[in-house]
């Protein structure tokens, strides 16, 4: 986590904990993309994170969580704080 912030890149964890990990950490970076559907192709998956990346730039540029489920993407600013 720690040289993904240092070096401003975007995670995109296939471990679910890592989010939690995030959260507790209380920090602003890294930005993550979680992906919340299962059985994609390689080539989907790159297309997919490709959409991703274009539409939330701005927001993965500034620290947040994309959660990416099959009709919609959830964005929430980091830091995480308690829901």
């Known amino acids: 986590m720690r040289l993904a912030r240092d070096e401003q ?3 995109v964890p296939f471990d679910a904990d890592f989010r939690e990990l995030l959260a507790l950490s209380c ?3 890294p ?16 297309s997919l994170l490709q959409t991703v990346l274009t539409q939330c730039q701005s927001d993965l540029n500034q620290g947040a ?10 964005v929430r600013r980091l830091p995480l704080l308690p829901e």
């Open 9 to 11: 890149r975007v995670v």
């Open 27 to 29: 920090v602003a970076a």
């Open 31 to 46: 930005s993550v993309i979680r992906i919340r559907i299962e059985g994609l192709w390689a080539a989907a998956l790159v």
């Open 65 to 74: 969580v994309v959660t990416v489920h099959e009709r919609r993407l959830r």
